[in-house]
């Protein structure tokens, strides 16, 4: 590659990332308005664990705004992760043979659809299963409150690391229909990659092991359909 294709491919690169980064500043400009009304819906599945007299606190001054505003921003980064994709396998699509051309277009659809499940996986399901048992097990002298704060951080974490690792199968695809691994070598090494994949739940998710069986075991069957639908060259 010369040095004036390189320079090309770099600023498209970057045009198409500020192009990203002005879909997120747009998104986070329009919600504003709502950031109460989304912590008010980020929180819920939270509040339906509490049991009477429970409530959330804000330990910090700076809280009561800053929390919700953190929300608004990573709220944002979510919805233009879409974009992001497009972006990212259109910037990636040129590069391509003619025949791959004819993935981009489903890769990009599975993608956001994956990632969205990831998401809605870990909100819907994972968050409301930790809460009412966590909350549960506390003794009947302990009331739990929970800091806003560090409740924000806590499903953040849960919820963008099950975006990325609903991923699972476009990556597995990727690699063998690419020939960087043969299909039979990711089916032989099947028990180190499980391992590797409770690793990554562990170093991904809040330090309980529910989040980590959560995030893990998901990841290891969106392996298996990801060996099944992929095909090497």
Same mark, same amino acid.
């Given at each position: 590659?010369?040095?004036?294709? !390189?320079?090309?491919?770099?600023?498209?690169?970057?045009?198409?990332? !500020?192009?990203?980064?002005?879909?997120?500043?747009?998104?986070?400009?329009?919600?504003?308005?709502?950031?109460?009304?989304?912590?008010?819906?980020?929180?819920?599945?939270?509040?339906?664990?509490? /049991?009477?007299?429970?409530?959330?606190?804000?330990?910090?001054?700076?809280? /009561?705004?800053?929390?919700?505003?953190?929300?608004?921003?990573?709220?944002?980064?979510?919805?233009?992760?879409?974009?992001?994709?497009?972006?990212?396998?259109?910037?990636?699509?040129?590069?391509?043979?003619?025949?791959?051309?004819?993935?981009?277009?489903?890769?990009?659809?599975?993608?956001?659809?994956?990632?969205?499940?990831?998401?809605?996986?870990?909100?819907?399901?994972?968050?409301?299963?930790?809460?009412?048992?966590?909350?549960?097990?506390?003794?009947?002298?302990?009331?739990?409150?929970?800091?806003?704060?560090?409740?924000?951080?806590?499903?953040?974490? !849960?919820?963008?690391?099950?975006?990325?690792?609903?991923?699972?199968?476009?990556?597995?695809?990727?690699?063998?229909?690419?020939?960087?691994?043969?299909?039979?070598? !990711?089916?032989?090494?099947?028990?180190?990659?499980?391992?590797?994949?409770?690793?990554?739940?562990?170093?991904?998710? /809040?330090?309980?092991?529910?989040?980590?069986?959560?995030?893990?075991? /998901?990841?290891?069957?969106?392996?298996?359909?990801?060996?099944?639908?992929?095909?090497?060259?």
């Amino acid at each position: 590659m010369s040095k004036d294709s !390189l320079i090309s491919h770099l600023l498209e690169l970057r045009s198409r990332l !500020l192009r990203v980064i002005l879909f997120i500043f747009v998104t986070i400009v329009i919600g504003a308005p709502f950031a109460s009304d989304l912590f008010s819906f980020f929180a819920s599945p939270l509040l339906a664990s509490f /049991p009477e007299n429970s409530s959330m606190i804000a330990t910090q001054v700076t809280s /009561p705004f800053m929390a919700p505003f953190k929300l608004l921003i990573f709220s944002a980064f979510l919805i233009s992760m879409p974009y992001f994709f497009y972006e990212l396998w259109s910037f990636i699509a040129p590069g391509l043979f003619e025949n791959e051309k004819s993935f981009v277009g489903p890769l990009i659809f599975s993608t956001v659809i994956l990632f969205t499940m990831g998401v809605a996986f870990a909100y819907f399901v994972v968050c409301p299963i930790i809460f009412k048992f966590f909350i549960g097990i506390a003794p009947e002298s302990v009331i739990v409150m929970t800091d806003i704060t560090q409740y924000i951080g806590f499903v953040m974490k !849960l919820v963008f690391a099950f975006g990325i690792a609903f991923e699972m199968p476009i990556a597995t695809f990727l690699l063998v229909s690419s020939g960087v691994v043969k299909k039979s070598t !990711l089916a032989t090494s099947r028990p180190y990659l499980i391992l590797l994949f409770f690793v990554i739940g562990m170093l991904l998710t /809040p330090p309980d092991i529910f989040s980590q069986l959560f995030l893990a075991i /998901p990841m290891w069957l969106l392996f298996e359909i990801g060996l099944l639908i992929s095909k090497e060259r």
